[in-house]
């Protein structure tokens, strides 16, 4: 089926749905729609679809097993096709729509933070599943809620955390310039003086990169520990280099690591080392058997996918917590303090949007697969 450049999903939701959902569907008085506001076709339409995934399955699961007396959950989707004016035009579609109460959204950082302004003038509330940008909530907007944990914070909390499991008498945090990992970099270095090691930053360029040359830069600065702040695909060449350059010392990475793509490429070199993520063992949160087993029958469980159905089930609590009806009602709702249960575990949100106290989960790969090894503190599921 062809997408348009801008999807309703009055019957798409309703196509989607099974079919007891789409019988209280049709028994219930009012909707209220949850929309996103995503790339659903283009290059980055893949996060799309998991993104809608995520939400349509939490809100089936609302409308079938948890439903309200005098309304109903639906789902509207909103194609921006990777465009920033159709992402900002779509805000506008959105708001025309009255039952429209919160937009989720994925896509590039620089891009969302431009949309701000018309998701302001919107009063449109915005859930953000995915996106780590310390930007995002650092200009004030009392409309954005972030799910993970911002990127400085990580940089802090994986230098206090290797601290007291690797020891390490110098670490290296190494970025690129001008693409994501930079605040991950500056939270690293920052926080290694409290946790009483030497620590630095190294960048350098993702224009043209020559991985072989900034190897034997940093193995020249002696660390023992380098801290992978970026992308696979930026920052994954560079491990085989550092190899070749003589680096004998131990190799961790940051949240885009937690991804496919490491196991199936740099999954020896990486054996031994921490991988540091939002992302909790799923399996561990016995409060959510339920959500998850639905889930999980659904889609192969990705980051994302989960992400996505907690962050719909934020807007939906919010809205049963009221019993809000529009979206200034909704936005009211989430800018009160509560606590949001979900599977990822429960959310307690700060007036910047983002989480108070946020977890930080540290895998190892072990025999090809991700091993969860601890949390940052303990919570609700450890």
């Keep these: 089926m062809k997408r348009g450049v801008f999807l309703s999903t009055g019957l798409a939701a309703a196509a989607l749905a099974p079919r007891a959902a789409r019988a209280q569907l ?42 309200m007396v005098t309304s109903a959950f639906a789902l509207r989707l909103f194609d921006t096709a990777g465009d920033f004016a159709q992402l900002v035009n779509n805000v506008q579609f959105a708001a025309g729509d009255p039952s429209v109460v919160a937009l989720i959204t994925v896509g590039e950082a620089a891009a969302i933070e431009r ?151 740099y999954a020896g070199a990486l054996d031994g080392g921490f991988i540091s993520t939002s992302f909790p063992p799923l399996d561990r949160n016995l409060n959510a058997s339920q959500e998850l087993m639905n889930l999980r029958t659904r889609a192969n469980i990705s980051i994302l996918t989960a992400f996505a159905y907690a962050s719909a089930q934020v807007v939906m609590s919010a809205v049963r917590r009221t019993g809000a009806t529009n979206r200034l009602a909704t936005m009211s709702s989430l800018q009160s303090p509560s606590t949001y249960n979900t599977i990822l575990g429960q959310f307690y949100f700060a007036p910047t949007g983002d989480p108070v106290d946020p977890n930080l989960y540290f895998y190892t790969i072990d025999r090809g697969a991700f091993r969860f090894a601890a949390s940052s503190h303990p919570g609700v599921f450890l």
């Design 115 to 265: 949309a701000l302004p018309a998701y302001a003038n919107a009063q449109m509330p915005l859930v953000l599943p995915a996106s780590t940008a310390d930007s995002l909530t650092a200009r004030g907007y009392r409309l954005v809620w972030r799910l993970p944990t911002r990127d400085t914070l990580e940089g802090q909390m994986f230098a206090r955390f290797i601290a007291s499991r690797a020891r390490p008498k110098f670490g290296l945090a190494v970025s690129q310039t001008g693409v994501y990992g930079g605040d991950v970099m500056n939270g690293f270095t920052a926080a290694a003086r409290g946790a009483k090691f030497k620590a630095d930053g190294y960048f350098f360029p993702s224009d043209r990169p020559n991985y072989r040359a900034a190897a034997k830069t940093i193995v020249g600065l002696g660390p023992d520990l380098v801290y992978l702040c970026g992308s696979v695909g930026n920052l994954g060449p560079l491990i085989p280099a550092l190899h070749d350059a003589g680096y004998t010392g131990k190799l961790s990475a940051c949240e885009a690591f937690y991804d496919g793509a490491t196991l199936k490429d």
């Design 26 to 67: 049709r028994g219930f008085q009012q909707r209220l729609t949850i929309g996103i506001n995503a790339p659903l076709s283009g290059n980055a339409q893949d996060a799309g679809a998991q993104l809608v995934t995520g939400v349509q399955t939490a809100i089936d699961f609302a409308n079938q097993f948890t439903p």
